[in-house]
């Protein structure tokens, strides 16, 4: 059974998918959110490559197969609730499709701002 490949998640929590938030392991730096299901992580942590699933063109997305800009896996955190991923990576470019190197470069909001 597909369940059962991670039984430590909770991929039916959000329709197969799970959130996985991408971070620089060297920098600590938040550089994208994706979603995951089984075949993405299996493919990952196969590859040791960020790959994940495009909600929007419904297919496995590996992260810089087209543009060069890699994410190296170096490891996988899991939530208390089983139901969202932390990828821990080294880049190799941007992880944004703008250019930027973290699709998390515009403020909203900021307290400390006058």
Known sequence: ???E???ELDFQKRGGFIVT???DIDTGEVLMVAYSNQESLK???DMKQGIYWSTSRNELWHKGATSGN???LVKVLYDCDGDALVF???P???A???GERTCFYRTLWDNKAK
Do not use: R, S
Request: charge should be neutral; include cysteine.
């Open 92 to 94: 190799q470019g941007p």
């Open 88 to 90: 821990k990576v080294k």
């Open 21 to 23: 938030i991408t971070q």
């Open 96 to 98: 944004c499709h703008t």
């Open 1 to 3: 059974m597909e369940d």
């Open 5 to 7: 490949i991670f039984p």
């Open 70 to 72: 890699i994410q190296e």
């Open 43 to 45: 493919k990952a942590l």
